[in-house]
């Protein structure tokens, strides 16, 4: 038997079932949202109502934009799926939610990217940061390339942190930026999961 092709299958085959594992944890991962976003629903309905209410007054869809780009460039600030379920419970309009959030979070990697490839290799504790997270996510950026930002924009893998690294080892900015348009994918569905939620825990 050919070494070569034996080590080519078994890496297709890992190659499949890291895919496989992937889309299994994002499947669960919309799932356990909607049950949250039901329970929320169902049990504190009332107030969430009047913080969402608060927040689309003050702030709107500039909010959520901001919101985004603080959180797609500052890994430790609020979770996406915190401004979709204020989105979600102010009644704001799906598809502008959708825009506003994506290009927030497009621009917000984009800061990432850009802090990865010329900030943090200044630094060192930059470079640890790096090194933390290299062991989890360098390894999808060696195997799938440009389509490791995809999975990264669609997916529970860290887009933030994605971003972080491949502009650390300067993957070109347009194959990122082609592969971050999928973030908009990413809100799209998690707005609809979270609005089924929320409308099924009346």
Same mark, same amino acid.
């Given at each position: 038997m050919n070494p070569t092709k034996s080590s080519?299958?078994?890496?297709?085959?890992? /190659?499949?079932?890291?895919?496989?594992? +992937?889309?299994?944890? /994002?499947?669960?991962? +919309?799932?356990?949202?909607? =049950?949250i976003v039901f329970a929320l629903a169902y049990f504190f309905r009332k107030p969430l109502l009047g913080l969402s209410a608060v927040f689309v007054e003050l702030f709107g869809?500039?909010?959520?934009?901001?919101?985004?780009?603080?959180?797609d460039s500052?890994?430790?600030?609020?979770?996406?799926?915190?401004?979709? !379920?204020?989105? *979600? /419970?102010?009644? !704001?309009? =799906?598809?502008? /939610? +959708?825009?506003?959030?994506?290009?927030?979070?497009?621009?917000? =990697?984009s800061l990432a990217y850009l802090i990865?490839?010329?900030? +943090?290799?200044?630094?060192?504790? =930059?470079?640890? !940061?790096?090194?933390?997270?290299?062991?989890?996510?360098?390894?999808?950026?060696?195997?799938?390339?440009f389509w490791? *930002? *995809?999975?990264?924009?669609?997916?529970p893998i860290p887009y933030s942190w994605m971003a972080y690294t491949v502009g650390t080892f300067k993957m070109k900015y347009r194959l990122f930026l082609l592969g971050s348009f999928f973030r908009f994918v990413r809100m799209a569905v998690y707005f609809y999961a979270m609005l089924a939620g929320w409308v099924s825990g009346v």
């Amino acid at each position: 038997m050919n070494p070569t092709k034996s080590s080519h299958s078994k890496s297709s085959l890992s /190659t499949k079932q890291e895919l496989k594992k +992937i889309l299994i944890q /994002t499947a669960i991962s +919309i799932v356990i949202v909607v =049950g949250i976003v039901f329970a929320l629903a169902y049990f504190f309905r009332k107030p969430l109502l009047g913080l969402s209410a608060v927040f689309v007054e003050l702030f709107g869809f500039f909010g959520l934009f901001f919101g985004m780009i603080l959180s797609d460039s500052l890994p430790a600030f609020i979770p996406p799926d915190a401004f979709l !379920m204020l989105a *979600v /419970t102010g009644n !704001m309009s =799906g598809l502008f /939610t +959708i825009f506003w959030m994506g290009t927030g979070s497009i621009i917000g =990697g984009s800061l990432a990217y850009l802090i990865g490839r010329y900030l +943090i290799p200044r630094f060192h504790l =930059g470079r640890q !940061m790096v090194l933390h997270y290299e062991d989890r996510l360098l390894p999808y950026v060696r195997r799938y390339g440009f389509w490791a *930002v *995809v999975l990264a924009a669609l997916t529970p893998i860290p887009y933030s942190w994605m971003a972080y690294t491949v502009g650390t080892f300067k993957m070109k900015y347009r194959l990122f930026l082609l592969g971050s348009f999928f973030r908009f994918v990413r809100m799209a569905v998690y707005f609809y999961a979270m609005l089924a939620g929320w409308v099924s825990g009346v």
